[in-house]
C-alpha cells in the first residue's frame, strides 16, 4: 500500500514538473482552483490533457493500438475523447469537460479554453486536414461546435452553442446557429469567463428593426 500511495504521488509529482504550464492555465483561469494540490489530482480536464500528450508521443512515433487504448482509457476516465493525432498547444484548460470531444487532425493554439459540451469535429468522411485549426488564446463556450477544415484566429470568442462552419477572423466574436461573427467595438474581445454574455448580431439587427418601426408608427 506504501509503495503504491508513492507511485502516485511519484507520478503526479513528474507531471507538475513537465505539465506545468498546462496546471498553471488551470490555475490562471479557474476561480474555484484554490490550489496546486487540488488540480493535479481532481481536475479531470488537467488529466485528460496530460493522458493524450502521452498518447500523442506514441502516435507520433507510429506505435500501433497504444495511443488509441490510451485515448480510449481517458475517455472512460474523464468523459473527454480527444483523438491522439490532434495537435494540442500549451497551456490548453478545459473546464469541466465532460463530453467535448477534439478529433484527430485538429489543432488547437496555447491558451484555450474549452467549456463543457465542445466539440471540434469533422463534417463528413472527406480525407486529410477535416478538422478546424484553434489559433492561441480562444474561448470556447459551453455546447459549442467547431466543424471542419476551418480557422478560428487567435483572441477569438465563441459563444455557448455555437455552430460554427466558415472561419473566424482574429479578435472576434461568434454566436448563433450557424455562427455570427460580430466584434465589440472594433476592439479584442474581452478575455473574462463570462461566455453567456456577448452580442447577437442577428438578435441587434431585429431590434434594431423593432424600433424603427416603432418610430414609423408613431410618425404615422
Do not use: C
Not at 452553442?161 to 473566424?168: D, K, P, T
Amino acid at each position: 500500500m506504501i509503495v503504491l500511495v508513492y507511485g502516485v504521488l511519484g507520478f503526479w509529482l513528474v507531471m507538475l514538473v513537465f505539465f506545468y504550464k498546462d496546471v498553471k492555465g488551470v490555475r490562471e483561469r479557474d476561480p474555484a482552483a484554490t490550489n496546486t494540490f487540488e488540480v493535479l489530482f481532481l481536475y479531470a480536464g488537467l488529466h485528460a490533457v496530460v493522458l493524450h500528450r502521452i498518447a500523442h508521443k506514441f502516435w507520433v512515433w507510429g506505435v500501433p493500438l497504444l495511443p488509441r487504448a490510451l485515448s480510449q482509457f481517458a475517455r472512460f476516465l474523464t468523459g473527454i475523447e480527444i483523438h491522439p493525432g490532434a495537435t494540442i498547444g500549451r497551456g490548453l484548460f478545459i473546464d469541466h469537460g465532460m463530453g467535448v470531444v477534439i478529433g484527430e487532425t485538429a489543432v488547437v493554439g496555447d491558451n484555450v479554453l474549452l467549456y463543457q459540451g465542445v466539440t471540434l469535429g469533422g463534417t463528413g468522411k472527406e480525407t486529410g486536414k477535416r478538422h478546424p485549426t484553434l489559433g492561441d488564446n480562444i474561448v470556447v463556450g459551453a455546447g459549442a461546435k467547431i466543424l471542419g477544415n476551418i480557422e478560428v484566429g487567435s483572441h477569438s470568442y465563441i459563444g455557448a452553442n455555437a455552430v460554427v462552419l466558415r472561419s473566424v477572423p482574429p479578435n472576434a466574436t461568434v454566436v448563433g446557429v450557424p455562427g455570427h461573427v460580430t466584434k465589440q467595438d472594433g476592439d479584442k474581445i474581452d478575455r473574462k469567463l463570462a461566455h453567456a454574455q456577448i452580442l447577437d448580431p442577428v438578435n441587434q439587427d431585429i431590434e434594431a428593426i423593432v424600433r424603427r418601426l416603432d418610430e414609423l408608427e408613431k410618425r404615422m
